[in-house]
């Protein structure tokens, strides 16, 4: 079992930056691949990031590439966001999300189905 808060969303102008965090609660978040993915009013929840157990292969929407970084910390249990030179077209709720081991993570990183247990949300608004 995992539980997860996320934090660190807010009012930006386009341009700037935040850095969003996920805390998880639970003994097996080293085990677990994490995801970020946003959504907006009657959209489709979306895939941002995502990351593999270790830190390793980190993968991007074509959106975000070269924008966002994903990381994590395991000593810590959390999971991060830097996003930069953020557009009003990132305004969304951002939720993180955590995939277990069983699932395998190469082929269904990008798939919101394919992950167990989900954040709140935080709300990242950008202004232009």
């Known amino acids: 079992q995992v539980q997860l808060v996320e934090s660190g969303g807010g009012l930006v102008q386009a341009g700037g930056s935040l850095r969003l965090s996920c805390a998880a609660s639970?003994?097996?978040?080293?085990?677990?691949?994490m995801g970020w993915f946003r959504q907006t009013p009657g959209k489709e929840r979306e895939f941002v990031a995502a990351?593999?157990?270790?830190?390793?292969?980190?993968y991007y929407a074509d959106s975000v590439k070269d924008r966002f970084t994903i990381s994590r910390q395991n000593a810590r249990k959390t999971l991060y966001l830097q996003m930069s030179s953020l557009k009003p077209e990132d305004t969304a709720v951002y939720y993180c999300?955590?995939?277990?081991?069983?699932?395998?993570?190469?082929?269904?990183?990008?798939?919101?189905?394919?992950?167990?247990?989900w954040g709140q949300g935080t709300q990242v608004t950008v202004s232009s």
């Open positions: 990351i593999d157990w270790n830190g390793g292969r980190p």
């Open positions: 639970g003994r097996t978040f080293s085990s677990y691949a």
């Open positions: 999300s955590a995939q277990s081991p069983r699932t395998s993570y190469s082929g269904t990183y990008y798939r919101a189905e394919a992950y167990d247990y």
